[in-house]
């Protein structure tokens, strides 16, 4: 072959190589859409014990909401887990200690709320480790679940997490608390609309990435939440009580 041949050969080797490659990429975003992810992916999805639900809380610590919802689940005696972010855990270290010394579980978001699809293997490493040793350096634990910003996963991202000894863990209901227009009231009729026994519920203790103010919202709606948690026979607490198949309980 000449090398004049051997170089378009190349070439269209590498043009239809590189669709492929953008599909394997992509290809874990299929466990976005809940209702796949929570029949067939039981363990990303959160799915635990019948008589539990799993608490869980995105985007902080922030110095000013974070403590709000300390004090409040401290006041009902309950525990939950944390996916902190490793740029809002560098402006407020604080909040994240207290929550390790209170016995909250503590988990990883990444560093920056970026989206994994657009990050190549490399970036969403360095991301995934950065934020991991922050959070273990201010608690003194290393962290052993990572929730994806945006729950979109990526197969660099799932590379990532073996390397780093994290597991993905998503959610079955979430609360939309991050729009402008939620209220308590709707926070709550969109977390008990989807939530069953077993379930994980996502919530939100900052507005970093939300409406301004949002979590207020979120702290209004958790009383008549758990209320019917309770009313429904199933106790509250972090993932590491949910009985999750496979899931880390550290």
């Given at each position: 072959?000449?090398?004049?041949?051997?170089?378009?050969?190349?070439?269209?080797?590498?043009?239809?190589?590189?669709?492929?490659?953008?599909?394997?990429?992509?290809?874990?975003?299929?466990?976005?859409?809940?209702?796949?992810?929570?029949?067939?992916?039981p363990?990303?999805?959160?799915?635990?014990?019948?008589?539990?639900?799993?608490?869980?809380?995105?985007?902080?610590?922030?110095?000013?909401?974070?403590?709000?919802?300390?004090?409040?689940?401290?006041?009902?005696?309950?525990?939950?887990?944390?996916?902190?972010?490793?740029?809002?855990?560098?402006?407020?270290?604080?909040?994240?200690?207290?929550?390790?010394?209170?016995?909250?579980?503590?988990?990883?978001?990444?560093?920056?709320h970026?989206?994994?699809?657009?990050?190549g293997?490399?970036?969403?490493?360095?991301d995934?480790?950065?934020?991991r040793?922050?959070?273990?350096?201010?608690?003194?634990?290393?962290?052993?679940?990572?929730?994806?910003?945006?729950?979109v996963?990526?197969?660099?991202?799932?590379?990532?997490?073996?390397?780093?000894?994290?597991?993905?863990?998503?959610?079955?209901?979430?609360?939309?608390?991050?729009?402008?227009?939620?209220?308590?009231?709707?926070?709550?009729?969109?977390?008990?609309?989807?939530?069953?026994?077993?379930?994980?519920?996502?919530?939100?203790?900052?507005?970093?990435?939300?409406?301004?103010?949002?979590?207020?919202?979120?702290?209004?709606?958790?009383?008549?939440?758990?209320?019917?948690?309770?009313?429904?026979?199933?106790?509250?607490?972090?993932?590491?009580?949910?009985?999750?198949?496979?899931?880390?309980?550290?």
């Amino acid at each position: 072959m000449t090398p004049a041949r051997l170089a378009r050969a190349t070439a269209l080797v590498s043009a239809a190589a590189v669709p492929a490659l953008a599909a394997l990429h992509a290809a874990p975003v299929i466990s976005t859409f809940g209702p796949l992810r929570n029949a067939a992916m039981p363990r990303l999805a959160g799915r635990g014990r019948p008589d539990h639900v799993a608490l869980t809380f995105d985007d902080g610590p922030d110095h000013l909401s974070t403590p709000r919802f300390l004090d409040f689940l401290d006041a009902r005696g309950l525990r939950a887990t944390f996916f902190l972010l490793g740029s809002m855990l560098a402006r407020s270290p604080g909040p994240a200690k207290e929550m390790a010394a209170a016995g909250h579980e503590i988990a990883v978001h990444g560093w920056h709320h970026r989206p994994l699809l657009l990050r190549g293997p490399r970036a969403a490493y360095d991301d995934l480790a950065r934020a991991r040793d922050a959070v273990a350096d201010v608690t003194g634990r290393p962290p052993v679940l990572f929730r994806p910003p945006y729950g979109v996963m990526s197969t660099g991202a799932h590379l990532a997490c073996r390397r780093l000894g994290l597991t993905p863990v998503l959610w079955t209901c979430w609360g939309e608390d991050w729009r402008r227009r939620a209220t308590p009231r709707s926070v709550e009729r969109t977390v008990l609309t989807d939530l069953r026994g077993g379930g994980t519920i996502l919530l939100h203790d900052s507005d970093c990435t939300s409406a301004t103010g949002s979590w207020r919202t979120t702290l209004a709606a958790l009383p008549r939440i758990l209320d019917t948690c309770e009313e429904r026979g199933w106790q509250v607490g972090p993932l590491r009580e949910h009985g999750v198949p496979g899931l880390p309980r550290r």
